[in-house]
């Protein structure tokens, strides 16, 4: 099947929603699907297979007009330009993300299945005016609407009164592999965090935790050379911040760690960019890489991680961002191992759930 994904974000990069489309294009290529990339002539000038790690890539095709991430007038050409390419390439099915791309898509009665990660509150006025007064999800062109998380999906009903036949909700994924290590009793042990460094996310909660909890190695992958520098002028001497890698050097330093941190802020998350809250919607692709790496995972306690985590079950949930009272749980590790190799056990065996090639069967089962 000709299937062209319409992505209009940098390409290749580090940013979640880049890593989440070239893995799920590549799994459709690995099912010898012609699978197209279209995004803006953006992002680093590298291979797919070299940036990602991927095996079987997309192809990638880069509109080269848009030399820029597509913002005001570009965002609407990007989805007009994108959409003619896909037309000239005689596509059969379209996949994307962007809401814009999906009303012109319905217009043209195109074959389309669309992913959505969020509520439209970021979305710009006419694509609200769009999906306030069309009813933009019902055309009968929809294969399937993909919601990221349950209350993704709740959302979108509850708003816009999609035929629940047609929506279904498909988890983020992890492409990387790893052989699971029992945790063994250390004088101290490497604790590590792999993302964003926007303050909601918890970077600089990790700060503090490093400078309270000195007995232990602490490090921080994520964010521009630029925010690293910022972020280091008052660190501990236990705590080492590098700027982010590509996702095919993340095995390799997330192999070095015994423990994985997601401090988010349960009341308010922000997106990449900085704006919008997505607390209640939010499925990180940071989780599911944490699940295949088989380490011991301690996260804050947001509902909507309920469906995936559980609290020592397959990771230990702290409940408030006090520094206290994480640097208790790590202390308790070490007298305890029988029981944290059994949660790191059942998160690495629940990770095989959530690979590319089941989330791309799922997404094509139409």
């Given at each position: ?338 029981k944290v190799n059994k949660i790191k056990k059942n998160a690495f065996d629940l990770s095989k759930k959530f690979t590319y090639l089941k989330r791309v069967k799922k997404i094509m089962d139409i």
């Open positions: 099947m000709r299937i062209s994904y319409l992505f209009n974000s940098s390409t290749p990069s580090s940013n979640p929603s880049s890593i989440q489309v070239v893995n799920t294009c590549g799994a459709l290529a690995s099912l010898l699907h012609d699978v197209k990339l279209v995004v803006p002539n953006t992002g680093f000038k590298t291979s797919l297979s070299k940036f990602y790690g991927l095996k079987k890539p997309p192809k990638l095709i880069r509109l080269k007009y848009f030399d820029k991430t597509p913002f005001g007038i570009n965002y609407y050409l990007f989805s007009i330009f994108s959409i003619l390419y896909g037309i000239l390439n005689k596509t059969e099915v379209y996949i994307t993300r962007n809401l814009f791309t999906l009303f012109l898509l319905n217009i043209l009665k195109k074959k389309t299945i669309v992913e959505v990660h969020h509520n439209i509150d970021n979305e710009g006025r006419l694509v609200k005016f769009l999906y306030r007064n069309c009813d933009v999800f019902n055309k009968k062109n929809i294969l399937k609407v993909i919601a990221i998380t349950n209350p993704v999906k709740k959302y979108l009903l509850n708003n816009y009164k999609i035929d629940k036949k047609k929506i279904q909700i498909i988890s983020s994924a992890s492409s990387l592999k790893f052989k699971f290590k029992k945790l063994r009793k250390k004088k101290s042990y490497n604790i590590g965090y792999f993302g964003s460094l926007d303050q909601s996310k918890g970077s600089n909660f990790i700060i503090d935790l490093s400078k309270v909890d000195k007995h232990n190695n602490y490090f921080i992958y994520g964010g521009l050379k630029e925010e690293v520098i910022k972020l280091k002028k008052n660190i501990s001497k236990n705590l080492k911040i590098y700027p982010r890698v590509p996702y095919s050097k993340i095995r390799e330093n997330m192999s070095k760690m015994d423990i994985l941190l997601m401090p988010s802020n349960p009341k308010k998350l922000k997106s990449l960019g900085g704006v919008g809250n997505i607390a209640k919607f939010t499925s990180p692709l940071k989780l599911f890489d944490y699940l295949a790496s088989g380490k011991l995972i301690i996260s804050s306690n947001l509902k909507v991680f309920n469906k995936i985590i559980k609290d020592k079950q397959n990771c230990i949930i702290a409940d408030k961002l006090d520094t206290k009272s994480w640097v208790k749980e790590i202390n308790k590790i070490s007298s305890n191992l029988i």
